[in-house]
């Protein structure tokens, strides 16, 4: 059974929106890390905005090598109750959330990544459909801004399976739901 896993770029203050502010804390090593997620996954899944941006930028971008041609090339779903036509790889997820999810975890393959798409991952909390959580915290307060973990968000417990620190000071904390 294929992971859905949420790979967020977080600040200290919980901040996961509009990530300018991860540029000055660009490393080689940090860049393998993101590069060796990409390839460790068959397929990405994102929400609208995320999307549109993604598919406004990406496939014209110059100079990205093998890691562009990855992320050009994966089938992506998308997640929307407002967009009717797909680009750029990408398939359009019309029906009940749970169940279209459920259905791309059955399938055969890789890891299913989700990058940004801060909506749909609350959605996919709420489902309890996150097998894990990949959070690459960044040593900024940015003070304001979508947090990951809102007000008012279910309790979840979470298992702590790996710590990984970069050079720059980013440190990435992956979680599993601690199910029983």
Do not use: C
């Amino acid at each position: 059974m294929r992971k859905i896993v949420a790979s967020m770029l977080m600040a200290l203050d919980g901040v996961v929106e509009n990530p300018e502010w991860t540029v000055q804390f660009r490393r080689e090593d940090s860049q393998k890390y993101k590069s060796d997620e990409l390839f460790a996954s068959d397929a990405l899944l994102l929400g609208r905005r995320t999307y549109q941006e993604f598919a406004a930028g990406w496939p014209s971008m110059q100079g990205t090598g093998k890691y562009g041609e990855r992320m050009n090339s994966l089938p992506k779903f998308v997640v929307s109750t407002t967009l009717s036509e797909m680009e750029w790889n990408a398939s359009l997820l019309t029906g009940n959330l749970a169940e279209e999810v459920s259905r791309i975890k059955q399938q055969p393959g890789q890891d299913v990544l989700i990058f940004g798409s801060g909506e749909l991952v609350h959605s996919l909390m709420s489902l309890d459909l996150i097998d894990e959580y990949r959070l690459m915290v960044f040593p900024v307060v940015v003070g304001g801004g979508k947090r990951l973990f809102r007000e008012g968000s279910e309790k979840k417990v979470l298992k702590l399976i790996e710590t990984r620190t970069f050079s720059s000071g980013v440190i990435v904390l992956t979680y599993r739901p601690d199910r029983p």
